[in-house]
């Protein structure tokens, strides 16, 4: 079952997340299993919203390269909270925010 999975850190700056991404290689290589990746800052720091398509996908990417890169940067290790995803509704017009990577196999 796919899954939600949001992560709050207030610790964590737009410089930090930019260099996490650099780090793991949204871009370039995006995780096996992630089919959707969204991040906000607000008062209360920085967020994301990510839609899996596992547990296990999810975990691997965790321990492989997200922890990892978060360690190297002498952040935090994340701490996502996942939930069943229920639905997801989308208007054809999210497309123009997305960021080209490869398709994963």
């Known amino acids: 079952m796919a899954l939600m999975v949001t992560y709050d850190e207030p610790n964590v700056s737009r410089e930090d997340y930019d260099a996490v991404r650099a780090q793991v290689g949204w871009e370039h290589a995006p ?20 839609i899996w398509d596992s547990q296990a996908e999810l975990d691997a990417y965790l321990a492989k390269r997200f922890n990892p890169a978060l360690k190297m940067l002498h952040l935090p290790d994340a701490a996502p909270k996942a939930m ?20 994963i196999d």
Request: net charge negative; charged share 15%; with cysteine.
């Open 31 to 50: 995780p096996a299993g992630c089919l959707l990746h969204m991040s906000y800052f607000d008062d209360a720091g920085f967020h994301t919203v990510d």
């Open 84 to 103: 069943d995803l229920h639905l997801v509704a989308a208007s054809p017009a999210l497309e123009k925010y997305f960021l080209p990577a490869p398709a």
